[in-house]
Structures are given as structure tokens and as C-alpha cells.
């Protein structure tokens, strides 16, 4: 990393050309790759769930889903997650909480010049793709059996 002097403008470390949007390389292994991290995030929920006497099945994680991708268009996710059962409901609230935040967790490089790397979140429409699979997967293994609904199925 070069050290810059004080005397150097400040206009260095912001270019003023803007870059373009990202560009995910090798998008179909990445989507597997965060699909595979949501699978993990979603199984303590299920754990907290069955110790609360709660049988988390696939309408709920299609509600989450479905808010999430509300959220990514920028519309309220809320009517996605409201059920009649309020555990129920509370335990959807929780899991989409955690999963909005990922789109930052999941940080991706861009190099800007020779010595500047900018570290960029998820892009929202990545994002959607990657709900998309998740949501598509599901449907597959709810499909394929009554297996589908078991929690390491997710």
C-alpha cells in the first residue's frame, strides 16, 4: 500500500469517473456458493423453531423468499411474512432479518487502478438470482417428496 503525503489532493483517493456496475464473474458457481450459505443460515432457525414447538415447512421459507425478493424490488416485504400463528410469523420475521443482511455480508473485489481494490456488496439484482435459485431449488425438492418439508433438506 503506497503512503500518501498530506500535501497530496484529496480528489486522488475518490476518481471521478464512477464505475460501472459489478460484474460477477463465474455467476453460476457464486449463486451456488451463496445459495449454499442461505441453506446454512436457515438451519439454526429451524433448530429455534422446533425448540419452540414450531414445524418450519416449506410455505414458510417461501414466505421469507418471496420477501426478500419484495424487499430487492424495493416493495414492503411485510404481507409476505404475516401469518395467523404468531410464533409462526415471528420465527419468518427473524429468518428474514438475517438473510436481508447478506447482500452485505457478501463482499466482491473490483480493481479500480494498480493500487486501489474497492471492495463492493452483493449487487440487488445478483441478489434476486441468487433468491431465485434458492426459491427453485425448493420448489424441486418439494416436488420430488414428503422429504422435501425435513429441515436438511433445506
Not at 460477477?24 to 439454526?44: C, G, H
Amino acid at each position: 500500500m503506497k503512503i500518501r503525503s498530506g500535501s497530496e489532493l484529496v480528489e486522488e483517493f475518490f476518481p471521478e469517473t464512477p464505475a460501472g456496475p459489478l460484474v460477477v464473474d463465474n455467476r453460476p458457481a457464486e449463486i451456488r456458493r451463496v445459495v449454499k450459505r442461505l441453506r446454512v443460515l436457515l438451519a439454526p432457525h429451524f433448530e429455534s423453531a422446533s425448540r419452540m414447538g414450531i414445524v418450519l415447512g416449506p410455505d414458510d421459507i417461501q414466505a421469507v423468499l418471496d420477501a426478500l425478493i419484495s424487499e430487492a424490488e424495493g416493495l414492503n416485504p411485510s404481507p409476505h411474512l404475516q401469518c395467523p400463528e404468531e410464533l409462526r410469523e415471528y420465527l419468518r420475521k427473524t429468518m428474514f432479518e438475517e438473510l436481508a443482511g447478506e447482500p452485505s455480508n457478501v463482499l466482491y473485489t473490483t480493481q479500480v487502478n494498480a493500487e486501489v481494490i474497492r471492495y463492493e456488496a452483493m449487487p440487488t439484482e445478483f441478489w434476486k438470482s441468487c433468491l431465485l435459485a434458492l426459491r427453485d431449488d425448493l420448489e424441486r425438492a418439494k416436488k420430488s417428496g414428503p422429504s422435501a418439508t425435513c429441515q436438511t433438506d433445506l
